[in-house]
């Protein structure tokens, strides 16, 4: 899934990049609020991480912003304002989520991947296809049982296609979910991955859940 | 504690009394003296009236009385008394009314109190004279007989009666001093209470303001008019604590914020790093940027720190000759590999001859934390000017960086605490935390100055002026600076380094 990190403070900044990247996250992030707002109107991202207060540009108007210009793009705030007008002022602006500094990690891990299912109507934290459970809590993947090992790539991948279950999806929307901005797109990067992932999945006996649509992209779903 | 009320309550009516009191003595005085002399008038006259009936006959010294006066004298009155004696102490006569005693033997001519038979108390008066010689047959004294003797005659009345009426008088003028200084107190206790009833108004008024109503004001309408100072004066009171409340509120709004911020990024790096097991060189630059995120929260703790003991004037300042130049190459030593980090071309023109009367330590200081924000907040690959050079006036000091991002109007509020140029904090060049602010402060304490010119996009200057003769700024700094400049703006702002 696809981040876009907006915070001014460069300790916190490279910090979340570091353990979101780290959790399995295509992370961009932004230094100020003018190349945040540039960044969120230009990609493709499943949540931004929005500080309030930025320089150049303050989190409240680049929020203002994306809900005027209609982007629907899930957003959750960090702020060191913490009084109940702040947090009604911020959700009323458009904001999906607010989280309070100092806050822990895992909880604004939790917290992303919970805007990350909602992005994709998911409530359960474990998506289910056949014999194939997924779970975005744990990062874990099995099939018929047995457990799978995959690469961080590997399961952002996966997971991806497991959220859009059922639904054609481009290399091009695979790319802007689960590559950051600056990755250079290689143009078979992402039937490499594809192909790993079908070798780790697919067992004999048991039928292929990733389907190529020639010219169109990948479907994940239980019969070709 | 002592109450007003009863205080000026208790003051007035001592007063009142003491006003009575002294009316009343002079009264009772002026009474006794008027009733005492009629009574000592009519026993004059008395003693007058018995002296022209002493004669002597016969070489006998006698005093006729007649019938009425014998009852006046006479045993079943006893109110009136008369003796009769001569220079040897033989008495003559004396008045059926004083039985066997004797009346006081004194000097004549003045009236006194005596005791009188029966321990009552009168008054005596008494005359020494030659008695005349008894001419009622009309026959002269035989030529012969030598002039009579002198004799004494003394009279003296009952003053029972005079008394009890002067000591009536005096326990009736008592009593009306006692009821009047009583009612006295009734009334000015009630005076007294509606007048400090203004003042128990303002009182409740007062303590019906807390910390969070300082913004409320003492309604001055209906307030008497020598409340009224007061009234002003705690308004103004109120206002300067609104002021300080709001002050304090803000600035610790604002370090709780500048706290938590490098607090979080600590936590977030610790928590990040413990996340999943790591390399040892994974660990250490952990390690190196939680140290830097502490040693950077340091300098803004003991930033404010300063701060607040130079508001306290904790702070002394010396004075002493300093070469600026020396002092400005010390200080920039430890940001020289920090500025080539950022690729920042540094160029110098300074005079090495240049001395300035001023506390070195403080001085470095300030410039410190001057270098401190030029190397943080110059546009990477950008410049970094240092200016040390005698001026027309005093000698100055300019540290200048390009890609500033506060624009010219903003260039006096970066001396706030913890002003940032667009309501929000960062780290990449509009925020300002305390540096400035302390710079300022210090510089104040020097007596010297210190001043801003900056545009958006171009340069950041910061000047420092050291005028030979220290300025004393206490408060109101602008109006001591010289003219054309102020403690936020330099004189030629678009002057290029």
């Known amino acids: 899934m696809h981040i876009l990190l907006i915070e001014d403070y460069a300790p916190t900044r490279e910090t979340l990049e570091q353990g979101l990247r780290e959790a399995g996250f295509a992370v961009d992030a932004a230094a100020d609020g003018r190349a945040g707002l540039r960044a969120a109107m230009a990609g493709e991202y499943d949540v931004i991480i929005l500080d309030l207060m930025l320089p150049l540009v303050d989190g409240m108007a680049i929020l203002g912003e994306l809900r005027r210009k209609g982007r629907q793009t899930h957003v959750l705030v960090l702020t060191a304002k913490d009084t109940l007008e702040d947090r009604v002022k911020g959700l009323n602006a458009g904001a999906d989520d607010y989280l309070v500094k100092p806050f822990a990690f895992k909880e604004l891990v939790a917290r992303v991947r919970a805007l990350v299912r909602r992005q994709y109507q998911a409530k359960d934290p474990v998506l289910r296809l056949a014999d194939l459970t997924i779970d975005t809590a744990a990062r874990t993947v099995a099939r018929a049982g047995r457990m799978i090992g995959l690469t961080a790539r590997e399961y952002a991948l996966l997971e991806f296609l497991a959220s859009r279950a059922g639904t054609v999806v481009t290399r091009t929307e695979i790319w802007e979910h689960v590559y950051e901005f600056n990755a250079m797109a290689e143009s078979n990067v992402v039937d490499v991955y594809i192909g790993h992932l079908r070798r780790k999945l697919d067992r004999p006996g048991s039928p292929p859940l990733i389907h190529t649509r020639r010219g169109h992209g990948y479907i994940l779903q239980k019969d070709g | ?497």
């Open chain 2, 1 to 497: 504690m002592r109450s007003l009320r009863s205080q000026m309550t208790l003051g007035a009516v001592a007063a009142a009394a003491a006003i009575l009191l002294a009316a009343g003595a002079i009264l009772f005085a002026l009474i006794h003296r008027t009733v005492m002399n009629e009574f000592d008038r009519s026993l004059l006259a008395q003693l007058q009236a018995l002296k022209s009936q002493v004669d002597v006959e016969g070489g006998q010294v006698r005093l006729e009385l007649d019938k009425e006066m014998l009852r006046q004298f006479g045993p079943g009155r006893g109110e009136d008394y008369f003796e009769l004696w001569d220079g040897s102490g033989r008495v003559w006569q004396r008045s059926a009314s004083l039985g066997a005693y004797d009346l006081a033997r004194g000097a004549p001519g003045t009236v006194r109190a005596v005791r009188l038979p029966g321990k009552r108390r009168g008054r005596q008066a008494l005359a020494v004279f030659q008695p005349a010689m008894d001419e009622h047959d009309g026959a002269k004294p035989p030529p012969r007989e030598t002039p009579p003797p002198p004799v004494t005659l003394a009279v003296a009345r009952d003053a029972t009666a005079v008394n009890d009426v002067l000591e009536q008088i005096f326990w009736g003028l008592a009593t009306v001093i006692a009821a009047t200084t009583l009612g006295c107190a009734a009334i000015l206790a009630g005076v007294v209470t509606r007048g400090l009833k203004p003042l128990h108004r303002l009182g409740n008024n007062l303590r019906g303001i807390g910390e969070h109503q300082l913004s409320q004001r003492l309604d001055a309408a209906g307030v008497p008019q020598e409340l009224r100072p007061v009234v002003d004066g705690l308004n103004q009171l109120l206002a300067k604590l609104d002021a300080a409340f709001a002050r304090e509120r803000s600035l610790s709004a604002d370090l709780a914020h500048e706290l938590r911020t490098p607090l979080f990024g600590l936590r977030a790096k610790l928590e990040v790093a413990l996340s999943q097991p790591r390399q040892a060189a994974a660990y250490r630059k952990t390690v190196q940027d939680c140290l830097a995120i502490v040693l950077a929260t340091q300098g803004l703790v003991e930033n404010l720190l300063a701060l607040v003991r130079l508001d306290a004037g904790q702070i002394a300042a010396r004075r002493e000759p300093v070469r600026l130049s020396a002092l400005l190459h010390a200080v920039w030593e430890p940001f020289a590999e920090r500025a080539a980090a950022r690729r920042l071309r540094v160029t110098w023109d300074d005079d090495a001859a240049t001395v300035v009367t001023t506390d070195r330590e403080r001085l470095r200081l300030v410039l410190s934390n001057l270098f401190d924000n030029a190397v943080s907040y110059a546009d990477t690959g950008g410049e970094l000017c240092i200016r040390a050079a005698p001026d027309a006036a005093a000698p100055g000091v300019e540290i200048a960086n390009s890609g500033s991002q506060v624009a010219a109007a903003d260039g006096a509020r970066v001396f706030d605490r913890f002003w940032s140029g667009d309501a929000a904090r960062a780290g990449v060049g509009t925020h300002c935390g305390l540096g400035l602010a302390l710079a300022q402060r210090v510089m104040e304490l020097l007596g010297h100055e210190i001043c801003v010119a900056t545009e958006a996009g171009g340069w950041f200057r910061v000047r420092l002026r050291f005028p030979a003769a220290p300025i004393p700024i206490p408060e109101g700094r602008a109006k001591n600076l010289p003219p054309g400049l102020s403690p936020g703006r330099c004189q030629h702002e678009q002057e290029t380094p």
